[in-house]
């Protein structure tokens, strides 16, 4: 339930993106690497020690970036980002 809520909110924070991404999305979300923890220990995504319940993310972005062409490499550069968030009381 809480890597589905993850999914839902980061697929909307990336569609502010809008034409920056090389694909949608629901698609970036879905696919993204979603990590809920209840117990403390290490974070197996950032490896950062986690002391309360954490929501962690590894997603990989395809974006355009044009002027990579004047530099003769490809329009499009994979971008992989990694974050978490832990519950605060």
Known sequence: MADELAREYLARNL???GDQLGSTPAAIA???EVVVSNVPGTDPITGVLDTAPTVSIR???PARVPLLGLAGLGP???L???GSAAARS
């Open 80 to 82: 992989i980002l990694t």
């Open 15 to 17: 569609a502010a993106l």
């Open 59 to 61: 997603i990989r972005v």
């Open 30 to 32: 879905q696919s993204a």
């Open 76 to 78: 499009t550069v994979e």
